[in-house]
């Protein structure tokens, strides 16, 4: 099991108010919260985002080496797309919006999502024969 991951931003603020409010819409809990970090935790998986002093630069490029994306289940189509509609209010931009909600493929109904920094997320439906 994932013990947790930790990504650094360049924004602390913006990425608490955009990655908050879809961890929260998804039964994370706000765990811990510093001066330079927060932290969600959903069961005893959590995700930390920390604007370290240590940062060398001040933009991600997920096409650069290292995190391209976070992929959550998400209860349903409807659920999928309640979220994708709320979520250009909390900071996030739906992407390839021509091929949404089959971008990953026709199989797949997911809605994949940009915040302002760059970072991306896809919100995969479970489909009922995967609930188990």
Do not use: K
């Not at 959590?46 to 391209?68: I, K, M, W």
């Amino acid at each position: 099991m994932l013990h947790h991951v930790e990504i650094w931003v360049p924004d602390l603020d913006r990425a608490a108010s955009s990655f908050g409010w879809l961890l929260e819409a998804l039964g994370y809990t706000l765990f811990q919260s510093w001066s330079n970090g927060r932290s969600w935790r959903l069961g005893a998986t959590y995700l930390v985002f920390e604007q370290s002093p240590a940062l060398t630069s001040d933009q991600h490029d997920r096409c650069r080496p290292g995190l391209n994306h976070l992929a959550f289940h998400i209860e349903g189509h409807d659920m999928v797309e309640a979220l994708a509609s709320e979520a250009p209010r909390h900071g996030w931009s739906l992407m390839f919006p021509d091929r949404h909600p089959h971008a990953g493929g026709e199989q797949t109904y997911a809605a994949y999502l940009e915040n302002t920094d760059g970072f991306e997320v896809e919100l995969v439906a479970i489909n009922p024969s995967e609930a188990n």
